[in-house]
Structures are given as structure tokens and as C-alpha cells.
């Protein structure tokens, strides 16, 4: 979000799922698509394979994606800004940018081509370890096939560095005009299916809903006048990762915690342990009892999805409904029922909500991208944000005509590794991910037998160069070890990896890979660098016992 809105003015997905079929030429990078939004990667196969779009896919591992791509640049882990560069570079060599596009709408390209003249192929070749000729064969489809849209996800984000790794996608989307049209534009895909909507209401430290910042006093106003309070200050909060150390350092001292388990997905989780036991009060509200919901004072039983009403707001800013199809189990309530008991005990007022379209009405008073959203408007397909009247048809497509910011602007933005890299004492990267069968820290999926049965534990993706050195075969068990921790799991032997780099899940928390991974942030954006960190693997002189279901050893343990 703070890349695309320094270079947009705007951090969301541009375009529409429906229009992806209309693209020509489709850069995936930084995202496992079929694995991770399965429903949209299949829109993707489709442009490939009924209208000849033409597919590169850019990741350091060989995902499923790969089978259908024009060229697949599998390059070192931690070089996606390089890599970018390096296509824009051969894009401008080759005379395929957008002159027109450029002048008319955008600024500050001069400063950025200084930068970008730094990076010629062989540059590139040589940082990210991609072949040249694969990077010009890239580089042409993405600026001889227009409209051409690019996806990405958190392969690119959670980087030291992920803040200008958006910059770059930004910067190679508008050299070659591919913004406000169908099936062009830079698509960022949210990895949950509320994650748009949450930021959308202000769960951010530096915005209220809407994205009015906190900074700015005509905002604050506003909203206090709504609310009949007293003006609050002008300084940002806490992103995750800061309550966390000022929770050790003792200057948070209550964390009220909801739908979130960050015991086990938040990095250097011992570190992240160590600090929720020093809270004083720590509240978790959630569907389930999870590894963090374990260590609170109170636990506050929710309830999930079908048993409440509501909105979801999805990747593309589609605002939809979310209808109560059941009664929560037990005492679980819905959230917003929670905390609206809650306020009133603390003697708030104007909190007398009967039923969450009210809410839905309070949002869109205050906040112009939602103003013309309203629960009477929702009951067919959604509406795509900014919806600003209730006469408003919705926006599938952002900066049509013109940028959020007005001008698109270019970011000279210079490759920087990472935080942590390998050296003889780790000689080797880790990287972090998702697979089909499980969600994020697993405590849904994992309570599903069927889900559980095809993928009952951890799997370590080594490539065969590093394994065979290593005395390690398939199935055997290996020891990770990094500057933050030890983790035992068993080995699968793949070439889906560079070699130099293995691959975790943090879905499985008797082998919980976020014990090692580091919890430096970027500057920017203060999001970890779950995506590199460096570690060293050993085999274990012991055989990985695969636990049964039913009485029956699941396939492929």
C-alpha cells in the first residue's frame, strides 16, 4: 500500500478479475497463484489458454504456474528489484516504451531512467542468476503485447526492500502505458479474503477508514465531531511488529489480539512468545482456541464467517455481502457485537447499533470511497470502491483518465539485498510460504481430516544439488538452523527450488519455520522479511515416524 500510493495515490488493485482474460502478456512475480488464490489463477490459465496471452513467471521457486508460462525467470530469492529494473532496462534498449503515456501522464521518468541505465542485462543476469537471453525474451513479451497486467503478492512485499520492490512493478507498469485500461494495470493479491477491507476501516496505525491519515488535522476533526470526542493526537500507532517489542520492552502493557495467531505467524517466534508473556493483560478473540489464545488472560469465542452478516471487501475492492446462514455455537458472538458491549461498559456513547447494516451506514458518512455503499446496494454482485454516491456505479478500474496523485510518478529505486544473507556458518536461504491444503497458521484447516489426511506435516522443499552433498534423501529427517532458532522436519527432495534456497511452510506448529525466520523490518512499510533469511541444514540420525489418521499413513509422508 505505500509503494503503489507514493507512485498512484492510490494502494490497491487497479484492475478487475473479469478483465484479467483481456490481457496479452501477464507478469507473475513474487506470487504462488494456483496455490494461493486458486480461484483467480484460474482465470490467468484461461487467458494463457483460450486467449493466447502470452505468461512469465518470476519466482525463485518452480511453482505450478510455471507450466504454462512463455518463460520462467527463477531468480535468487531477495533480487526482485534487480530483476525489474533489469526488464525495464532491456524494455527502453528495445524502444517499446509508451512515449506518449510517459509525457501525458506522469513525472519525474528523467531521474528514474538515470537509475534504470545501471542495470543492462548482463548486470542483472549476474545478481539475480537469470540467463540474459531469458530476461530479453521477457522483457519483449511485456512491451510488445498490450494491454499487459502484472500480479504479485507476498513474494514481493515481505522484503526489507518491499516497499521499493512496489515502486519497481509501479514504474514498469506506466513505462509501458498499462494503467487505467482492461486487462493491464498492477494487481496486488491479498493474502486473506479480507485483508483489503480491514485496511479499507482503518486497520492501520497511520489512517483512519478510507485512508485519511492520522496526521492530517482536517481528518481528526471530522471524525471527532462525528463522535462527539475530543480531537486524538496526531501521531501514528504501532504496526504489529513494533507492539511486539514494546510489549518487551514494557511499554505496551495489554494486547487485545482477533483473528490473528501471531505466536506462530509472526517471525523469530520465540522472540515473539517471549514478548506476549510479558504483557500484563492479553486478550484474544477468535473462532478457535490457538497457540496464542492459549497464553491470554481472556478469551472472547467469535463467530466465523456463515454465522454472522456483514461485508467482505476482496482483492479487486469488491464490497460484498456476507449473510448469516446459521447460529454461532455456545456463547460465540459476532465481533462487532463484542465490542460494541465492550465500549458500552466503558461508557461510550453513540454505540447503539442494532444490526451491522448500520455500521455499513456510519462508514459510508465518513468515508468518500465508501459513500455510496450501502447494504440495499449489495445485494446482487458488490460494488468495486471508490463508490462515492449512492447514484455511483462502482470503479473496476482505477486511474482511468488520470492517477489518484494526479501524475503517475516514477521512483528511482536501486537493488539492496537483504537483511541477512548466507555465509559459511548458514549457507543456505530459507523461504517462507502457503501450500492448497492449509491456511496460514492452520487453525481452520487443520481441524479439517480431509485437508490434514493429504498434508499431515511439514515438508522441506531442497533442491537435489544441495541434498546430494548433504548425505539427505527424500523423506529423511533434517535439522534447520538459524541465528534465531532450531526446527526438526522432514526432507523432500525437489528441483521446485534454486539450489542455495529451501522452502517452509508455517502452517504446522510442531515445526513452526517462523522460530527462524528474522523479524527485521522494512523502514517504510514495517512489514518482516519472511521471504529470506539465512539458515544451515543438516540430516538427522533418525526416521520420521508420519502420523497416522484412521489407522491409514497419509500419501507422501
Known sequence: ?????????????????????????????GTNTTEQHPVLSLEIKQAVRKHGAQLIVADPRRIELADFAAVVLQHEAGTDLALLNGLAN?????????????????????????VIDEYPPERVSAITGVPTDDLVKAARIFGENHPASIFYAM?????????????????????????????GGVNPLRGQNNVQGACDMGGLPNVYPGYQKVADDAARAKFAAYHGVEQPPAK????????????????????????????????????????LERVEFLVVQDIFLNQTGELADVVLPAAAFAE??????????????VRKAMEPPGDARADWQIFVDLAMRMDATGWEYQHPGEIMDEIAALTPSYGGIHYDRLEGEGLHWPCPTSEHPGTPILHVSKFARGLGRFAPVHHQA???????EYPMMLTTGRILQHYHTGTMTRRVGGLDFLAPEERVEINPIDAGPLGICDGDCIRITSRRGTVEAQAWVTERPRPGLIFMTFHFAEVLSNVLTNNVIDPVAKIPEYKVCAVRVERVEKQIQARLQSGIVAAGS
Not at 159 to 182: D, E
Request: hydrophobic fraction near 40%; aromatic fraction near 4%; glycine fraction near 10%.
Open 236 to 275: 501514528p500507532g504501532l504496526t504489529l511488529t513494533e507492539m511486539m517489542q514494546a510489549a518487551h520492552d514494557g511499554q505496551v502493557r495489554a494486547l487485545y489480539v482477533m483473528g490473528e495467531n501471531p505466536i506462530m505467524s509472526d517471525p523469530d517466534a520465540n522472540h515473539v512468545r517471549e514478548c
Open 418 to 424: 537483504a537483511a541477512e544473507l548466507p555465509d559459511d
Open 90 to 114: 532491456i524494455i527502453l534498449a528495445l524502444n517499446l516504451q509508451e512515449e506518449a503515456f510517459i509525457a501525458e501522464r506522469t513525472e519525474n521518468f528523467d531521474a528514474w531512467r538515470a
Open 155 to 183: 513474494g514481493i512485499t515481505q522484503h526489507t526492500v518491499g516497499h521499493q520492490n512496489v515502486l519497481a512493478v509501479a514504474n514498469l507498469s506506466m513505462l509501458t502505458g498499462n494503467m487505467g485500461i482492461a486487462g
Open 308 to 321: 454472522k452478516d456483514g461485508t467482505f471487501t476482496n482483492t479487486e475492492r469488491r464490497v460484498q455481502r
Open 1 to 29: 500500500m505505500t509503494g503503489l500510493g507514493q507512485a498512484f495515490g492510490s494502494g490497491a488493485m487497479t484492475n478487475s478479475i473479469e478483465d484479467i482474460t483481456q490481457a496479452k502478456a501477464i507478469l507473475a512475480i
